[in-house]
């Protein structure tokens, strides 16, 4: 596992707001991710978790320096780094199959994998779906479509942002089941962010802590529990309070649950 | 559609309360196919049994191996409403929801027989209407025994220049608006001279058009073909600057290339809007076409009308109104067909 696919090294990110004023998103991240495995990268909102995953995936550029994947310095964004949205990122006018068939299109080799289009609908369980449109299916069917866009270019890394954050319980553990599925055979590294500590044990072999103000990794805690993982275990459990006792003790001034 | 399932078959079953999941008992339906036909066959009934009192020369016209006046025309139209309601209600009689909107436009066919009834009496039958300017409803009828070829040259005159027009318009109106919408700089430099240029009425440029253009019809094709122009391009402009960033994101992040985010993003997100653009368009390029042919064409229904009117034959001058209620009508109608198929993917637009 000593086997390094992506090297992030001391990142720096800072946004302008229109009112000049500076938020310091990411402060000298640095990371290393071995391929094949699966990382969460866990914190509250505005730690920088998703500005992080933007990085990697070429959306967006830091300041000083610098991220690389299997030896290339990442410049733009490239299929190889496959990226999974929040909700409602489908294509509305394409229906499922050609949602499916677009990260073939967009890459123009679709005519040489055709045939993987259903071989990752049945794979996601919606046969029967393929015609309908983004709107005539659930929000977990439609992560489990823009899952499978991303996939069947084949990446070397998936990046995850939140991609089941407006899911229900019931839905997420469907799709979570679906994740591990899908990682177990394709042996994709993946890169989770996500706001579920839950999830987060479930899934990863490493969870990254961040903290916000600025956004920086506090902690990387190591999974080792073995497959198939039980929510309700002892030492998930165990895993659970130790992480939520790290981000609660992790903000310097906690901020009030909710605000009216 | 199901509760009507648990129903069928009861024809005195009970009222049911809410309006939209309301049954038109046979009963019912058979009344408003009596009313429906009863107009027209009213009409038919005035036209035979009220006496020509005015009047008024009705000249033969030999169509084909009939010997046809402009009354006799009239009644085959009448008798042909009738055929056409009756096939349509007994069509509808089968299914609940063909009965609902057969039951819902019966008082409307009503009104419009009747009023057709009263019409011919006091329009042909009796002369009480002003003349020429209201002939009657049989006597508007009468330019299509007249001459119905050269009406037909009218009507391809004006529909090969509003396809010339439509077309070029929406060609030159998509690609303007893709530019203006892709490149800030384009936008920069277009974008006001369409703002400008787009509340000015086309006609107002029919001077230019009609010295600058070789032929009178070039001159027309230009006038139709900036209405719709500017109206789609800056539509189509919009569209494409309202695509959601995470769109363009999810394609780069497939691997797609600038032709992909233009082609197969920001197109299809821009189509609603295109679609809208060109129905605004077509009210402008209706007038349009017709105040151009009536100004300056050497064809078209435009020009019919304005040629009828230097004879004061204001009963052609209403038979080009009513072909062009009906070919209006029908090129509105295609394209919306056209639009719900293209749209299909949108919510709410979708019918099963």
Redesign the interface.
Known sequence: MSDIILDIKSVNRTFVSDDDSTTKALHDVSLSVNRGEFLSIIGSSGCGKTTLLRLIAGLDTPESGELILNGEKIAGTNPKRGYVFQQGSLFPWLTIENNIASGLKARGVYKEHKGEVQQYINLIGLNGFEKSFPHQISGGMAQRVAIARALINNPDVLLLDEPMGALDSFTRADIQDKLLELWRKNKTTMILVTHDVDEAIYLSDRIVIMTPRPGEIKEIIEVKLPPPRHRGGTEFLAIRRDILEKLHLASAAPQPEYTI | MQTETTTRGFPFRRKSKQASSERISNRRFIVAFIITIFGFLAAIAANLLFPQIADVKITDYQVGAFTLDFNSLYLIVLAALVLIYSGNGIFSFFDQDRRKKFTKSAPFRLVVGLALGIWDVLGTKLLLLPQPFFPGPAKILEPFLMEPSYILQQILYSLRLFSYGFVIGISAGVLTGILIGWFPKVYYWVQPVLKISGVIPAVAWMPFALTLFPTPFSAAVFLITICQWFTIASLTAQGIQSTPK??F????????KTP?LVF??AI??A?PQIFTGISIANGFTFTTLVMVEMMGQPGGLGYYINASKVWSAYYKVFAAIVVMAILFSLILKVVGLVESRVL????GL?KS
């Not at chain 2, 299909?344 to 919510?347: E, I, T």
């Open positions: 995470t769109h994101e999810v394609a780069r992040t497939l691997g797609a992909y197969c993003v299809p997100h189509m299909r993917w949108r919510k979708v």
